[in-house]
Every structure is written in structure tokens, then in C-alpha cells.
């Protein structure tokens, strides 16, 4: 990949763009590397001695940018274009008055960069944020969208600041990583909790990299640890059984809830929860995931059409955002409720219930492993699996190309299903 606008004389290696106005100036979108957000970074292109990238703060799609500037598909494109025409009308007019001046003779690129950087934006304030790592963690949170995602980074912020509010980009290295994991581990995070915290400061400064903040980057030294996941799944005898088990009547709705969501493949409490009745298409569930915004289509089999129309809501699918005003709320009494399920006794005077879960540790995202487990135990090749769960089909670039067929999923489904309900297997 190279770079996508009008370029002056000087082409680089590694672009493929044809040359249509000789400019020394111009707006470009930088391919070189996409961001997590699948945007590039959006520069203005100068030479001097060689090329030289200045960031403009902004990024864009590849589909929404062309011939250096936001297409209409762009939100608030307008803004954004008379934004970037005023920054490279200010580097146009700074070059000419260095060059009348002949004082771009004696600069260097690096000193030229610089030098309109300052002209860009304010020098103290620049230099302030790339230079602050909590300044630059709190630009990269407010460019999330998804809340949780936002809650997860706000509290690795929490940590840092907590353990050194003044860090900087130089300032954190290997030996500052090493010290804030045990200060973490002394603290008493487990390995995984830990980890999470330095993966999120390590997608920050892939951030600031792509952002040219800064050009340090400790994570080439340090290994972040990880610690195997425990269980989180249940054996077919073990669905089973709860599929089975005689339930306390306020255990039921949460229980069937647990086994719909293993019948949709294991689909996330907040896509089947927050799902309105138009979204059943053809017999199908047709939604966009709220974590990644791609969109899915689920066949809806008979059993779990079964359980829809046994709880269906009135403006949603299903009757539990009928009564609760945040799904999170139903979603933590069901946690509770799956956990209790099991022998229950009254003891003692006051009859205190005492109970013997059977499955102490489950909760509604168990449904998800439960699915993919006993889809790989009958041979159902990784990539349905991966299909199914709606992760991308090997690399990145390859699954572009590559329009799986829905057909081979509904049938992994249906194949899993019969496993499950085949009690005599």
C-alpha cells in the first residue's frame, strides 16, 4: 500500500499512484498502515530534500476520500474539507515566504517538519499532547464508539494515572512496564486482569505511532504474559442436563433465555436482547453486532423459534426489554439465576434456602463456547466455526474477497442442535 492523493515529482517505492498535477503541497490519505478503526491517517504531503508526512489530526476510510479530500459518504465531509484546505493553505503560504526568504535553503526536513507543525497547530499544546501518554490515551478513548470498549481503556487510564500520573512516551519503557506489572501483581490483579491493562497501553501507542506522537515503542522488549482461560463451556451431557433440569419457576425465563442463545450460535446478550420483530427476515435473525457493527444472519430452527414466540415482546423481539429499561439489568440477575440452579433445601427455623449448584461458575457467554465446542468435537471445520461466531475468515485482506456461504453454517447449526437433543447419543 502507499498513499492516496496528488504528489509532486517524487514518487515512492512502494506506491502505485499515477501522477496527475505536479504540486509540492497536497492532501493525502497515508496507506502505509490502517488503524484499528480500519481509517488511515489523512497528511499533508510536502518536499523539500525528500518527502515529508505532517498529520492534519484527521483520518478517513479509503472509500470515503478521494483526490485529497472527504467524499459526501464522509459525515460532516464539508467541515472537514474547508478544515484541510486551510491547513494546506497555511504550509502553501509558509513554503513560499521560506523560499522568498531563502531560509528553506538551510533547513533541514526534520527542522522544515517541525517548523510547520508549529505553524499548524500550537507548538506548547502539540508538543504537550504528543508528548503525554494520558493526553493521547484520552484522545484514542473519545475516538471509540462502542461504550464498553470506551470503560475497558478509562480504567487502564485509572491504573496509570494511579501509578504514575506524569508519564510520558519516552518516559515508558521496558523497565517502566516491568515496574507498573508488579506494582499491578502487588495490588493483587491476576495475570489476566494485568495484561489486559498493558495490552491497552500497548494499542495506544500503536496509535500514537500511526499518529507520528511518538517513535518509541517498548513493547518490541517486553512480553506481555497470559494466563490460560479456565473453562468456560459445558460438555453436550452437561447442556443437557440443564436443558432438563426441573427448574425453580423464577430460574426458567433465564435458563431458556441461556439455551436460545446457544440455539443463534451463541449470540451476544445485547444483539438478542436489544433485537426489534422486524429484525426476523425470512426465517432469519438479521442483525448488526454491536461490538464489531458487522452484520449477521442467523437461521432461526424451529426450537428456538419455539422459545421466541413463548417470550415475544411488543417493541421488541423478545418480551425482556418490555419490563426492563437496561438489558444489563436482566442480564446480572440472569448470571445469578444460571449459578443457583440445583438442589435447593430449607434448613433451620427460618427454612434458609441452601443450595447445591449444579453449574456454579456459568454465565450467558457460556452459550457461546458450549456452541463452537461441540461444533469442533463433530468435525465442523474451524472456518464455519469462525463464520458462525462472526469472527473474519483467515487474514484480513483474504475474507474481503471471500463470500462464505451462509448455507454451510445453517447446516453446522442444525447439525449441532440434533447432536444436543439426540439424548440417546
Not at 508538543?127 to 503525554?132: I, P
Not at 425465563?253 to 440455539?263: A, G, H, I, S
Not at 456459568?362 to 461444533?375: E, F, L, M
Request: proline share 2%.
Amino acid at each position: 500500500m502507499g498513499y492516496s492523493g496528488l504528489f509532486c515529482t517524487f514518487i515512492p517505492a512502494n506506491t502505485t499512484q499515477i501522477i496527475t498535477q505536479m504540486a509540492k503541497e497536497k492532501i493525502i490519505l497515508d496507506k502505509r498502515r490502517r488503524k484499528d478503526d480500519g481509517t488511515y491517517p489523512v497528511k499533508i504531503y510536502v518536499w523539500n530534500r525528500r518527502e515529508i508526512l505532517i498529520s492534519t489530526n484527521y483520518s478517513a476510510k479509503e472509500e470515503n476520500f478521494k483526490d485529497g479530500e472527504f467524499t459526501k459518504k464522509e459525515e460532516n465531509s464539508r467541515s472537514k474539507n474547508a478544515a484541510l484546505r486551510n491547513m494546506l493553505s497555511a504550509v502553501v503560504n509558509e513554503m513560499i515566504v521560506l523560499e522568498s526568504s531563502g531560509k528553506l535553503k538551510g533547513m533541514d526536513d526534520k527542522s522544515l517538519k517541525k517548523h510547520l507543525q508549529s505553524i499548524l497547530f500550537n507548538k506548547e499544546e502539540e508538543e504537550q499532547r504528543q508528548n503525554s501518554f494520558l493526553a493521547c490515551l484520552d484522545e484514542f478513548i473519545s475516538a471509540k464508539q462502542n461504550e464498553g470498549t470506551k470503560t475497558c481503556y478509562r480504567s487502564t487510564r485509572n491504573k496509570v494515572e494511579e501509578f504514575d500520573a506524569d508519564c510520558t512516551f519516552e518516559g515508558i519503557d521496558k523497565k517502566w512496564l516491568e515496574r507498573f506489572e508488579r506494582w499491578m501483581i502487588s495490588s493483587g490483579l491476576k495475570v489476566n486482569a494485568y495484561a489486559l491493562h498493558l495490552r491497552n497501553i500497548r494499542a495506544v501507542f500503536n496509535y500514537a505511532l500511526d499518529n507520528e506522537y511518538t517513535t518509541s515503542y517498548p513493547f518490541r522488549k517486553f512480553k506481555i504474559k497470559k494466563e490460560e482461560t479456565r473453562k468456560r463451556s459445558l460438555t453436550v451431557e452437561q447442556l443437557r442436563q440443564l436443558m432438563e433440569y426441573e427448574c425453580e419457576e423464577y430460574q426458567r425465563r433465564y435458563r431458556d433465555m441461556f439455551v436460545l442463545m446457544f440455539y443463534l450460535i451463541g449470540i451476544n446478550a445485547v444483539d438478542l436482547f436489544l433485537a426489534k420483530p422486524d429484525s426476523v427476515v425470512n426465517g432469519r435473525l438479521e442483525y448488526k453486532r454491536a461490538k464489531t457493527g458487522k452484520l449477521y444472519s442467523v437461521k432461526i430452527e424451529p426450537e428456538a423459534m419455539e422459545i421466541i414466540d413463548r417470550y415475544r415482546g411488543n417493541q421488541y423481539l423478545l418480551n425482556i426489554m418490555d419490563e426492563y429499561k437496561d438489558y444489563k439489568n436482566f442480564l446480572h440477575r440472569m448470571g445469578i439465576a444460571l449459578k443457583e440452579i440445583g438442589e435447593m433445601k430449607r434448613v433451620g427455623r427460618g427454612g434458609k434456602k441452601v443450595r447445591t449448584p449444579v453449574f456454579p461458575e456459568i454465565s450467558s457467554y457460556w452459550s457461546r463456547h458450549t456452541w463452537a465446542t461441540i461444533a469442533a468435537k463433530l468435525d465442523v471445520p474451524k472456518e464455519t466455526i469462525s463464520e458462525a461466531l462472526g469472527h473474519s475468515i483467515g487474514s484480513e485482506v483474504t475474507s474481503i474477497y471471500i463470500k462464505f456461504d451462509r448455507k454451510k453454517v445453517d447446516e453446522a447449526n442444525r447439525k449441532v442442535i440434533d447432536y444436543v437433543l439426540n439424548f440417546g447419543s
